[in-house]
């Protein structure tokens, strides 16, 4: 098996990859030749810089591909409905940068509640500068969560633990094993002294109507997606002094490549701090990134493992469809599974899933079927006539 990684991968992945027996291919290639030879591959793996479109998407389900694979978080830059409607696997790596990300959401509280950046600047500009550069603590505030996945859940316990903040939060879909006390998105925003962000989505979750709703004396940090903030809302609540302040580490629209100007209007307010989407950009993020999707590739190439998967569910449990378990034992012989498979379809019974596994050394077998359909006894009574059954339970 071949795996095309188009962005690169740090040294540990690729190590995974090849221990596993799976070959390498870091040759970047542009869109023209990506699409050319994509077909030849068995899994895709990028970053953010190449964009998996459609055409590519079919042109490698035409040929070996089976899934892709995004180094990272966020997938935008994959066409996740062409390859759902390909029957190509898309998988990410999320869990990588969880503690670089609620670090720096971390590290731009402070810095916009102390003005560390305005007090270097000054200082590289050789003007000294204290009066005017007072602060506020940490300490003891309230910090609301919007988005208490792995990266709020992480966030939470540096503030709570680190800084004694009181945490609350809000989720679309709250888990109470969050440690974060849940409240409504409104409440949330109008008692923080801290809003951060951690939400996918393309629509904005902080507009006009939210901002209004926060104390002057507030700030809004935002660590997740550009697209998740009005910005020009939040330009005219920064000018008119509506709330305290503001971190951001993304933004609506981001230079494409290194060195390329950054055009946005937050730049030019004075109550703001900046940081060039940084959340990921650590060495132990990328080394971990690097493993984790090299591991969720590979385990679906090799074993058929969901376990990361965007647009299918890691598990049965995720499906949320009633299903039924049926046991097995039986020899571990060719044929056996045609037969049960027989009997199951000629009573209209769907298998969703079959893990089976050999049971000590004496070349049996145990085999699990997950149906959409209960057995009766009539049909336990065929599968225990097959050949080689030795056994069958509900």
């Given at each position: 098996m071949k795996v095309l990684l188009n962005d690169g991968l740090e040294k540990e992945g690729l190590k995974l990859f090849q221990d596993a027996g799976i070959a390498v291919d870091t040759q970047k290639r542009d869109q023209t030749k990506l699409l050319a030879d994509i077909g030849e591959f068995d899994a895709l793996v990028v970053r953010s810089a190449t964009k998996v479109t459609r055409e590519i998407i079919k042109a490698g389900a035409n040929g070996k591909l089976k899934i892709i694979g995004r180094a990272g978080v966020g997938y935008d830059n994959i066409d996740v409905a062409a390859a759902s409607e390909t029957g190509i696997v898309v998988k990410a790596a999320p869990y990588g940068s969880t503690k670089a990300v609620a670090e720096l959401a971390i590290g731009l509280m402070l810095a916009v509640s102390r003005n560390t950046p305005q007090a270097h600047q000054s200082l590289k500009s050789g003007i000294w500068k204290k009066d005017k550069?007072?602060?506020?603590?940490?300490?003891?505030?309230?910090?609301?969560?919007?988005?208490?996945?792995?990266?709020?859940?992480?966030?939470?316990?540096?503030?709570?633990?680190?800084?004694?903040?009181?945490?609350?939060?809000?989720?679309?879909?709250?888990?109470p094993e969050s440690g974060i006390k849940l409240l409504s998105k409104e409440e949330v925003i109008a008692k923080a002294d801290y809003i951060s962000i951690h939400t996918g989505g393309k629509d904005p979750i902080i507009g006009e109507k939210e901002l209004a709703l926060m104390k002057k004396t507030a700030y809004l940090i935002n660590t997740s997606r550009g697209s998740n903030i009005d910005e020009q809302a939040l330009c005219k609540a920064l000018k008119e002094c509506k709330i305290a302040g503001a971190a951001l580490d993304v933004y609506v629209d981001e230079p494409k490549f290194e060195g390329a100007e950054f055009k946005s209007k937050v730049k030019e307010l004075d109550n703001i701090v900046l940081s060039s989407h940084l959340g990921a950009s650590t060495v132990e993020a990328q080394r971990e990134t690097a493993t984790e999707i090299a591991r969720v590739v590979s385990g679906y190439l090799l074993g058929g493992d969901f376990a990361n998967a965007v647009n299918a569910g890691e598990s049965i449990e995720l499906e949320e469809i009633p299903v039924h378990t049926l046991f097995i034992h039986h020899r571990d012989v060719p044929g056996v599974f045609a037969n049960i498979d027989k009997v199951l379809a000629d009573n209209d019974i769907n298998i969703r899933a079959n893990y089976s596994r050999q049971i000590g050394n004496s070349g049996y077998a145990i085999s699990v079927y997950v149906l959409h359909k209960k057995v009766n006894t009539e049909i336990i009574k065929k599968l225990k006539a097959i050949p080689n059954i030795c056994n069958v339970k509900v």
């Amino acid at each position: 098996m071949k795996v095309l990684l188009n962005d690169g991968l740090e040294k540990e992945g690729l190590k995974l990859f090849q221990d596993a027996g799976i070959a390498v291919d870091t040759q970047k290639r542009d869109q023209t030749k990506l699409l050319a030879d994509i077909g030849e591959f068995d899994a895709l793996v990028v970053r953010s810089a190449t964009k998996v479109t459609r055409e590519i998407i079919k042109a490698g389900a035409n040929g070996k591909l089976k899934i892709i694979g995004r180094a990272g978080v966020g997938y935008d830059n994959i066409d996740v409905a062409a390859a759902s409607e390909t029957g190509i696997v898309v998988k990410a790596a999320p869990y990588g940068s969880t503690k670089a990300v609620a670090e720096l959401a971390i590290g731009l509280m402070l810095a916009v509640s102390r003005n560390t950046p305005q007090a270097h600047q000054s200082l590289k500009s050789g003007i000294w500068k204290k009066d005017k550069l007072k602060g506020t603590e940490l300490s003891y505030k309230t910090l609301g969560i919007l988005g208490c996945g792995r990266i709020g859940q992480r966030l939470a316990e540096i503030a709570h633990r680190g800084f004694d903040m009181e945490v609350i939060g809000y989720d679309i879909k709250p888990c109470p094993e969050s440690g974060i006390k849940l409240l409504s998105k409104e409440e949330v925003i109008a008692k923080a002294d801290y809003i951060s962000i951690h939400t996918g989505g393309k629509d904005p979750i902080i507009g006009e109507k939210e901002l209004a709703l926060m104390k002057k004396t507030a700030y809004l940090i935002n660590t997740s997606r550009g697209s998740n903030i009005d910005e020009q809302a939040l330009c005219k609540a920064l000018k008119e002094c509506k709330i305290a302040g503001a971190a951001l580490d993304v933004y609506v629209d981001e230079p494409k490549f290194e060195g390329a100007e950054f055009k946005s209007k937050v730049k030019e307010l004075d109550n703001i701090v900046l940081s060039s989407h940084l959340g990921a950009s650590t060495v132990e993020a990328q080394r971990e990134t690097a493993t984790e999707i090299a591991r969720v590739v590979s385990g679906y190439l090799l074993g058929g493992d969901f376990a990361n998967a965007v647009n299918a569910g890691e598990s049965i449990e995720l499906e949320e469809i009633p299903v039924h378990t049926l046991f097995i034992h039986h020899r571990d012989v060719p044929g056996v599974f045609a037969n049960i498979d027989k009997v199951l379809a000629d009573n209209d019974i769907n298998i969703r899933a079959n893990y089976s596994r050999q049971i000590g050394n004496s070349g049996y077998a145990i085999s699990v079927y997950v149906l959409h359909k209960k057995v009766n006894t009539e049909i336990i009574k065929k599968l225990k006539a097959i050949p080689n059954i030795c056994n069958v339970k509900v």
